[in-house]
């Protein structure tokens, strides 16, 4: 597959690349990430070394790219999105986001690069977009939410964190969904 870089105002999405491997591995040793995604914990040099390496090509060789995010094309990494190929037609979202850019709506921006990518004819050409966490995970349920996902519902024990079995949320986003607030949600803090 064709590696794509993304950008919107103030938002560059790139892959990650060596050069990333210390900010990557700053970023993914904080607490709520640790807690809300399934990487190693605790997240080491080697760790985020062997994702650049292995990880993102392979991903992007088998239609689910990674991107790196960043304010300039080539400044530090703030966060990181991916889509992860579940078929031909679906894939799965993935993301998160160092602590000290949360809250300006980086990732709300983001997603809706990457779904328009993955939605594109000359992208994924997808049909639908998942978008799952851990139950609890607000502040990721908000982006999806604000984003268009609709919510379908919880799957008990259907997430593997490390080897723990934890709840999960699941929420969809079809070609033809408008990109504006759910409203379909439940009740999530």
Known sequence: MFVREL??????????????????????????????TTLPKPYGLKDAERFVSTVVPSGWADRSPTWALR???RGPVVGMIGLGALDDSASELGFWLDPAVRGRGLMSAAVNLVCDFGFEPDGLALE?????????????????????FRFEGTRRAGGLQRGRRRDEWVAGLLYADPREPAEDWPRID
């Open 7 to 36: 950008s919107s105002q103030g938002l560059c999405l790139t892959p990650p690349t060596v050069d990333d491997v210390e900010s990557i591995t700053r970023c993914c040793r904080d607490e709520e990430i640790g807690e809300w």
């Open 71 to 73: 304010h300039t094309p």
């Open 128 to 148: 639908r977009i998942e978008w799952r966490a851990f139950v609890g995970n607000t502040d990721s349920a908000v982006v999806a939410r604000r984003v268009g």
